[in-house]
């Protein structure tokens, strides 16, 4: 069976702290992606990581891809409020080049 | 261009009923994906389009859905009848290609039916 599976589900933090999302994944795959979703709004593309080795950056957020290890991280600097939110990881299998398997998100809220 | 457009925003309905929810994918996207995301089952693929022709619908849960695409931009998710399990949040996305690489989702749908 085709599993996402992120941890943590969920994780408060305080601001200027760093912490780590991880997404594990269990088919071969050579695309990754990462959403952000604000409560009761659309999914915001962050990330598409399409190699192994795959480093992106933007902000205050680093999202790396090891294919190898099956397994991505979302990693946050030195966070601030506005990084609330829900991430979710999304992983494309190698035999299939539309369907996406999503990971269940993590909840992450960012206490002043 | 405005983004992925879905209508309407909410919907709430009794069950039995009717629901016809709409989509105009962003110009010059020729892949069309239908979402439906819940709490239980997070977000599930139910269809997908390539150049408005139904490629996968295997995710289309019951022969209660169906979809369309009768042109590049609009496309249909029907529920008839409706019933209080198909209570959710539907998203619409499109993308310059299958592999979702420039993808982007419209604001959603959240149907209610009760």
């Known amino acids: 069976e085709l599993k996402v599976e992120q941890n943590p589900l969920f994780l408060s933090m305080q601001e200027g702290k760093n912490y780590t999302i991880y997404c594990n994944y269990s088919t071969t795959s050579d695309r990754l992606y990462w959403y952000r979703q604000d409560p009761g709004k659309s999914l915001e593309s962050l990330f598409v990581?399409?190699?192994n080795g795959a480093v992106k950056q933007e902000g205050r957020l680093m999202a790396s891809l090891d294919t190898k290890a099956r397994l991505s991280t979302l990693h946050i600097t030195a966070a601030v409020h506005d990084l609330s939110a829900t991430y979710f990881c999304a992983v494309g299998p190698s035999n299939s080049n539309y369907q996406l398997i999503w990971g269940a998100g993590t909840k992450l809220i960012i206490k002043p | 261009d405005a983004g992925v457009i879905q209508s309407p925003r909410h919907e709430v309905t009794e069950m039995g009923q009717e629901v016809t929810l709409r989509c105009k994918p962003i110009?010059?996207?020729?892949?069309l994906f239908w979402y439906r995301q819940t709490m239980m089952r997070g977000l599930e693929l139910l269809i997908y389009f390539n150049n408005n022709v139904p490629i996968d619908d295997s995710g289309m849960p019951e022969d209660r859905f169906s979809a369309k695409m009768p042109n590049a931009s609009f496309s249909t998710l029907k529920i008839q009848p409706s019933e209080p399990r198909d209570s959710a949040v539907y998203f619409c996305a499109s993308s310059r290609d299958r592999l979702f690489t420039e993808a982007f989702f419209g604001q959603g749908t959240r149907l209610t039916v009760v």
């Open positions: 110009s010059g996207h020729n892949s």
């Open positions: 990581l399409l190699s």
